[in-house]
């Protein structure tokens, strides 16, 4: 299967899911949060895949997690994660250990993988002593980088 590139911003909008094919459709900064566009890895150069070629193209294209190519976040990853984790050690009405548990818990919620529902069991735990407040704000900053087995458990 052939793969065209894709253009995201670093919040994780999607630019153009056929940067290289449908270059007219590119811009250098998001029409939505102003941030740069980028169309590969920052940290190993790889093109962002984009939308299929060959075939059939996805229709509702979404911002991949993590490189196909090194593994790593993205940055609109990356930055979901470190404000869930921020936001994590900001609260004041769960003890140390939850803390440790909502860290390990974010981490692991964006990857496929079948530790992701069990992650998404504990942090819903949780969620249920920071009050609903506090998880419409964790839910505001992952929900666009959750695995599919974590939003079935958070969003059933």
């Not at 670093?10 to 007219?24: D, K, L």
């Not at 009050?131 to 959750?146: A, C, H, K, N, P």
Request: charged content about 20%; aromatic content about 8%.
């Amino acid at each position: 299967m052939n793969y065209d590139v894709a253009q995201i911003c670093e919040n994780g909008h999607v630019i153009n899911s056929w940067s290289t094919s449908s270059p007219e459709h590119n811009e250098n900064f998001c029409n939505k949060c102003g941030m740069p566009t980028i169309t590969n890895c920052p940290h190993c150069k790889a093109a962002i895949r984009g939308n299929i070629l060959d075939d059939y193209p996805i229709l509702n294209f979404e911002a991949p997690r993590f490189c196909s190519n090194c593994g790593n976040p993205y940055p609109w990853t990356q930055t979901r994660l470190t404000a869930a984790i921020e936001l994590a050690g900001e609260l004041e009405n769960v003890d140390e250990n939850d803390k440790a548990i909502l860290v390990k818990s974010i981490n692991d919620m964006v990857k496929e993988t079948p530790v992701a529902p069990i992650a998404a069991t504990r942090f819903k735990r949780i969620m249920v002593k920071v009050g609903t407040t506090t998880s419409l704000m964790f839910r505001d900053i992952l929900v666009d980088v959750l695995s599919e087995a974590a939003r079935k458990v958070l969003f059933p």
